[in-house]
Structure formats: structure tokens, C-alpha cells
């Protein structure tokens, strides 16, 4: 299949482009400049210069190819209006990312939520995942507008990428803190929640979408799920800094990261995949985020400066 892949440079996105083009399909992947073009060209796939902001060229791009999947960035709904405009009526795919803070909430630390979501509905969105909401019911809805439109909503991405950004910001930003400081430390008593997902079960799960799922599909994509203590020790772990852990505040984090980094890592996030892998045959397997970041990703990435 002809693929065109925004975010090729990505964490997510490059990950799923080294899956793809192992699987047989060809990749265009969006990227911002050439110098960033000549690292996708090395790894095989085609590099189309452009950014978000060039409609014209998404548009285009995505009527070129069997199939688009969009993962550079959730919260950009005039990217994803282009696409599905341009696709409208051709009945081919479009996969778009999303992101589970959707349905995150402001705990700052302060409690783990009991609840899982099992969808993008909830009673009352948090006014700054209002638009990604949005976005992600527009693309869905294009289902019954002739585009097999789909959403996968990963939560925490952990694990080495496959492409050209091989780890995520999130932990990775507790890290330099905790080296900072002495001490691994969360926001508030770190006793919120997220799940998480391996890039690579993050990856297979576009992959078996882009074959098996049905139009105006949303999925969540999850393999487990920590506290921010339990994340916070392992970072202490990694570093050598033992498992007693200290706190930033959440004034202090907002400060640092700003609002949307610091709501979103202070708050909690629990989803549950059992209909991704109920109706994909998704099965993630590999090793779960506190035995990466103490183990795997995080470790390479410090040892390579
Ligand atoms: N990582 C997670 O834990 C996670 C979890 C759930 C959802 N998500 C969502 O999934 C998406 C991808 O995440 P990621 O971790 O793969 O992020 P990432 O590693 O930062 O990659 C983002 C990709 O999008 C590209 N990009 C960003 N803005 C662009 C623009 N205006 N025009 C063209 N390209 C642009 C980046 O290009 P450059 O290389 O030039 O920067 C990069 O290729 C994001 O929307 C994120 O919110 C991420």
C-alpha cells in the first residue's frame, strides 16, 4: 500500500514507518525541512517537505495514497479538516492520533482516579482537550461521509522509538529533574495514575487498524498502568538515587513545563484497550514502563548524552 505519514520524524510516527515499511508498504512522510527529509531518505522512506500549515499539501499527499496516517501533532484540527475534506467520498483510510488526556483530569498529584474510560465520551471534558475532542468526533464522523476514518488515542508512549526520535519528553523531563535535584520526585504526592503503551504495541496497533478496523473506529491504546511514585522510584532506580522520593508542587511544575505538561503529568489517566483488543486481535506484550525506564529506553538515551 501507498502510504502518506505525517509525523514521520516522530516518536510514534517513526516507529510505525519502520513497521510499515518492513510489512512491504511504501512511506511519504511529512517533514519540516530537508536536512530532517535526508534522515527519513536514510531510512527508507520519502520524504515530502512541508508542514501542517501547507493544506494544499496534505490534501494532495493524502489523495495520492491508499492509506494516510496522521500522527504529528493531536491537537492541530485544521490539519486533520484538510485531510478528511480531501478524502470525503474516496472510502479510504485515514488513521489520526490522539491522545488520552481527553479524559485526564487536574488531580495534581493529589489522588488516583477510580475510573476507566473505555471511550472519547465523558461528562465533562477538560476545556483545553475540548478541540482534540472535537477533532477526534470530526474524523470519526467522516466515516459516514465516504473516508474509512478511524482514531487510536495512545496513552503514555514509552520504549525506543524505531525511527529518528527513539524517546519520549515525558518521563525523560522527571529525569533531569530528579538529576537536578538528587532526588526523583512527582508533581503533589504523586498518587495519580496514567496507563501506558510500548511504542512498538503502540505501532502494531496501527498496523493491524490500517487492515482490520472498521470505519469511524476510536480506539485507546494501553498495556499497564503506574503511579507517578511507582515512576518516580524506578527513576530513582535508573539514576542511582534510591526509591525515597520527593515533590515538586504543582505551581512549581506549571511553572517549569507550563499548564498543559504539568495538568497533564500531575493528573490521572486510566483507560482500558479490551475493544481494540477484542476487534483488532491486538496483542501488546513487550515489558512494561518501569522496567523501561529503568532498563531500556531511558538508560540508552542518557548513556548516548
Ligand atoms: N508520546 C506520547 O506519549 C503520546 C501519547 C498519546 C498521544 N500522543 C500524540 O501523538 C502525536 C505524536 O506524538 P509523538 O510522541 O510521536 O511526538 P513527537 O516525537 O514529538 O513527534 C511529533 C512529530 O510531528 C512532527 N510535527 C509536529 N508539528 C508539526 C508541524 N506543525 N508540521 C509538520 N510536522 C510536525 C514532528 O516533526 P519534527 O521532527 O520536525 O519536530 C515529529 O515528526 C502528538 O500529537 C502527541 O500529542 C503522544
Known amino acids: 500500500m501507498k502510504i502518506f505519514l505525517t509525523g514521520a520524524t516522530g516518536l510514534i510516527g517513526g516507529t510505525i514507518a519502520a513497521k510499515l515499511l518492513a510489512a512491504g508498504h511504501s512511506v511519504r512522510g511529512l517533514v519540516r525541512d530537508s536536512e530532517r ?54 472510502g479510504k483510510t485515514l488513521i489520526h492520533t490522539s491522545g ?18 473505555e471511550d472519547l465520551r465523558r461528562p465533562i471534558p477538560l476545556p483545553e482537550k475540548c478541540s482534540r475532542i472535537a477533532t477526534d468526533t470530526l474524523v470519526c464522523a467522516s466515516a459516514t461521509e465516504g473516508v474509512r476514518s478511524m482514531v487510536l488515542c495512545p496513552t503514555l508512549v514509552y520504549g525506543t522509538g524505531l525511527g529518528v526520535r527513539t524517546v519520549g519528553p515525558q518521563v525523560m523531563n522527571f529525569v533531569k529533574l530528579a538529576q537536578e535535584r538528587g532526588q526523583p520526585c512527582h508533581i503533589g504526592a504523586g498518587k495519580n495514575i496514567w496507563s501506558h503503551i510500548h511504542v512498538e504495541d503502540c505501532a502494531d496497533a496501527y498496523l493491524l487498524a490500517l ?27 535508573l539514576l542511582g538515587l534510591g526509591e525515597k522520593t520527593g515533590t515538586i508542587r504543582n505551581v512549581d511544575a506549571v511553572r517549569r513545563w507550563g499548564a498543559p505538561f ?28 518501569l522496567h523501561d525506564i529503568e532498563f531500556g529506553s531511558f538508560r540508552q538515551a542518557l548513556a548516548a548524552g
Open 37 to 90: 527529509g535526508a534522515l527519513l531518505a536514510k531510512k527508507g522512506i520519502e520524504p515530502v517537505v512541508g508542514t501542517l500549515d501547507h493544506l494544499d499539501t496534505l490534501s494532495s499527499e493524502a489523495r495520492a495514497a491508499d492509506a494516510t496516517l496522521n500522527t504529528a501533532n493531536a491537537d492541530n484540527p485544521f490539519a486533520a479538516d484538510a485531510i478528511v475534506n480531501a478524502l470525503k467520498g474516496s
Open 100 to 117: 488520552s488526556t481527553i479524559v485526564g483530569d487536574h488531580s495534581a498529584g493529589e489522588y488516583p482516579s477510580a475510573t476507566y474510560h
Open 262 to 289: 504539568a495538568h497533564a503529568m500531575g493528573g490521572n489517566s486510566r483507560l482500558s484497550s479490551a475493544k481494540a483488543k477484542a476487534e483488532l486481535g491486538w496483542k501488546p506484550h513487550r515489558k512494561s514502563i
Open 211 to 237: 487492515e482490520k478496523a472498521q470505519p469511524g473506529a476510536y480506539y485507546f491504546l494501553t498495556n499497564g498502568e503506574a503511579s507517578w511514585v511507582e515512576m518516580a522510584q524506578a527513576i530513582g532506580r
